[in-house]
Nanobody, 123 residues
């Protein structure tokens, strides 16, 4: 089993910042990549950012480029999502995910998921 646990969500005013953290444990040695997705009620789960575990290259959804930064700490099996200049439309449940292979990464069919954490951007 693989467990992913997110932390760091909450309520923030527009223009503010939050940092999400995700720790991976269990039977996960070296994932191909880890990433972040988000979902609002009644909508599909959308890709936010993904980072390759070994080489460290990162991709972002257009909606968060220049505002969000995805990073990792391999020694701690953790990934982070620094979110700056937050907007009300960033309000969502954010999920940490792990991809076990190149195909699952590029197809965005991550195999492992956290429980999700709420981020609310409101005045």
């Amino acid at each position: 089993q693989v467990q992913l646990v997110e932390s760091g969500g909450g309520l923030v005013q527009p223009g503010g910042s939050l940092r999400l953290s995700c720790v991976a444990s269990g039977r996960i040695s070296t994932p191909y990549a880890m990433g972040w997705f988000r979902q609002t009620p009644g909508m599909n789960r959308d890709f936010v950012a993904g980072i390759k575990w070994t080489v460290g290259s990162i991709i972002y959804a257009d909606s968060v480029k220049g505002r969000f930064t995805n990073s990792k700490d391999v020694a701690k099996n953790m990934v982070y999502l620094q979110m700056n200049s937050l907007k009300p439309e960033d309000t969502a449940v954010y999920y940490c995910a792990a991809a076990g292979s190149r195909s699952s990464y590029y197809d965005r069919q991550y195999e492992y998921w956290g429980q999700g954490i709420q981020v609310t951007v409101a005045a």
